[in-house]
């Protein structure tokens, strides 16, 4: 049956229409990297990434006052074992410290995984460290180090990010994470900060050779998964020295190129001890404090007198990438 003159108009602009919304779904899903290409609003965006393997959701924070035209700094923030970016985003106060300080902040989902954990089979959320592979049930583990370089690349295409601002934080088991980054992503993140973990590199891992990262570590006095026990840790740190754990922090410096030769910055309020002698003879350290009574939580000020985040973002103004 022969179509009449205007069922063909008509079928044509159909036609003509599927094809626009179908180029504009392509020049949304086409990138490379990412599948939103959508531009940037002010405040909470709410993204998708494809990595190939797998489709991750994204929390992405710009500050009010973010200028495109001018670089700005950015935090990737990973949450704790369990959690997810939306519990992190609204429970860590990143995103109101980079609304008042104008920086980007960044919260990413883990995937979820069936590991061993104390004699059972549990199913949560989890960065892979270098802990995860042996505890699966079965299968293996998402490539996370490439997710997050992926993730600065997709970023980057959509935001202005000043490639010597970019850093990376992290609790508990999003600080085990942070920790893997900060010897096998250093290439790409200025300065670290780990938050009640960071402590499973320490005999997993090896220097990035030529790459000088600096670090923060900001560790609970009373967290049992730091101390292993029900006692604090110490604030005086000649005691200190004298933990157990104190024989898996030894071992930290030297994946930065750094001597255990130490100084102690504060033992009054916490206790801080900073590593500076560098193997290199460069300017980077490693900062470790013991957060007096801070227990397994993230604080965020209003849960404890004390605010990682503020501690955090001193710490990574301080250390931006060379020239």
Known sequence: MKLKPISVYLLLLLSGVVAQQFATAQSRSNSALGIDLSDYEPGRNNRLLDTGDTIRDIIVYV???YNPKTPG?????????????????????????????????????AL??????????????RWNDYTLQNQLCAGQ??????????????????????????????????????????????????????????LAIAGNAKP????????CYLLGQADSRIS????????????????????????????????????????SKHLTLLFTDNIGKQNNEMQLTIVRNLQQSYPNGSNHPENANALLWKFFNAHSKPQ
């Open 141 to 198: 583990p998402a490539n996370d180090v490439a997710f997050a370089g992926t993730l600065l690349q997709d970023l980057q295409q959509g935001l202005n990010i000043d490639p010597k601002r970019i850093y990376a934080a992290g609790f508990a088991g999003g600080a085990d994470f942070v920790g893997r980054l900060s010897v096998e992503l250093n290439k790409e993140i200025a300065a670290f900060g780990m938050v009640g973990g960071g």
């Open 228 to 267: 292993g026990t029900e006692q604090p840790l110490p604030i005086d740190e000649r005691r200190f020295i004298k933990t157990p754990v104190w024989q898996t922090i030894a071992k930290l410096p030297a994946l930065y190129h750094l001597k255990n030769n130490y100084k102690v910055i504060d033992r």
């Open 208 to 215: 990035a050779p030529g790459i000088y990262p600096s670090v």
């Open 73 to 109: 700094a950015l935090v990737l923030v990973f949450h704790n074992t369990g959690s997810d970016g939306e519990q992190f985003f609204h429970s860590s106060g990143w995103a109101e410290m980079a609304e008042a300080q104008n920086f980007i902040a960044v919260f990413p989902t």
């Open 112 to 125: 979820a995984y069936c590991y061993a954990f104390e004699g059972k089979n549990i199913t949560r959320t």
């Open 63 to 65: 500050p009010k006052s």
